[in-house]
């Protein structure tokens, strides 16, 4: 038994530079994604503006994230600049992807490609001739990704009799796949569900696979996707919200405006982006959501918890600049504000009776494109959930992550901008973790101080070291 398992449709991105008059041209709205047949798909493909730069790249969002979670998480990946206590934070993960692929060429490097990320390929082989799906990611100058997707393969995986043992209640599967029977590389059974939001279109299988997972005890995080995903498919998002089938949502600012208009939310004439973002936290954790995580592009993101904890946390800038520690007791409406060392504010975490909210700031970096960002913004969130981290340093895992993304082309990071996310994540969980050990209590908070400070300032050391 693997420790993650991602479900969602295998899909080969292929990455254009384009002008805005293009995206015209294609009827495409930016930042949106749309599926297409596989006749339109050749027709784009076969356009003058495209056929000269395009790049092609294994993908699809729930590979993406469980490429970028089994790489952060590996124990084979810990640089050697990394101290021991920093790597120790990281918990090691056996991940696994489900989908569906074509008998093919593409289908077969699809394989070796996630198997070559740390990846366990459960993918299914489509016997109708079918084509493994595409991705026409169009990218503009601002850096932002418009798709077309042709999921012709992708499809076919469209009943719960198709799912394999992973994905089964544990009576049909047997008892030696049980979510305690020690199987994964965890020892621990499955611990999470990750699916992408296309699911939704075939909600009835995501649905049979939410409820298998539930079922073995693992949590069920879910990732909205896009906003044309959250209008055409309201009533399934619906259906798996009523069942209390999500623990975790995963959305960008985008979506969660679309969210907000689908639900008849009432939000304020000219509603600012925060007004929409806290409607869309409220609505969902009313629904029974435990934990909605919103990505907000250069605002950084926002995420909010309805289960009460009791701090201290630690908040850490992208690049280890990492912040002073407050200890606030459980359930009390306070706000802490962290400081960094040169003493300017980086965010805000406020713990209620009604659960914790937590602000992380974005960095400002040079934008070459945003294919693949959210979902490395994903895994990095994910990663600092299953390693126990407070909700504050899982957003500042994500923020870590999604701006190492969008300083590379393409949804995969090069050697070097990887070694140094670790590096990075790392330290912003060993910090976490040195606060959380500590004993509660605002003079608690406060002495953790002296031995966190040192110690991350050996961890900035090592990221200069790794730069």
Known sequence: MHDVVGLGDPVLDIVARVDHELLQKVGAEPGGCLPVSAEEMARLLAMPELRSNMMRIPGGSA??????????????????????????SIRSLSVAFVGMVGADEVGREYRRSIAAHGVDP??????SGAATATCLCLVTPDGQRTMRTALCAALELNTPQQLPPELTPPSASGAGNDGDGGGGGGGGGLALLHAEGYCLYRVHVAAAAMRAARARGAKLSLDLASFEVVANCWAALCSLLQERLVDIVFCNEQEAAALCQAASVQLPPGASGQQVVAAAQDYLLRQGVGTVIIS????????????????????VTHSGCFALLRSVGPGLPSTCRYASTSGSRIASCCAAADGVTAVCAASSVA???????????TSGCLLGLLSGASLAACTACGCAAGTAAVQTAGAELEAQALRQLRVRIAGI???DGAAGGKAHGPAAGDAAVGDC?????????????AA
């Open 367 to 377: 934008v070459v494109d945003t294919v693949g960002a959210g979902d490395y913004f």
């Open 429 to 431: 969980l060993a910090a």
């Open 296 to 315: 907000r592009g250069g605002k950084g993101c926002s995420a909010k918890s309805g289960t009460p904890v009791t701090l201290p946390v630690l908040l």
């Open 453 to 465: 400070t040192s110690s991350l300032q050996r961890l900035r050391e090592q990221e200069a070291l």
């Open 122 to 127: 459960l993918l299914l082989e489509s016997s």
């Open 63 to 88: 590979a993406n994230v469980l490429k970028g979670l089994a790489s952060l998480a590996s124990s084979s990946s810990s640089s050697s600049s990394i101290s021991t206590s920093a790597s120790s």
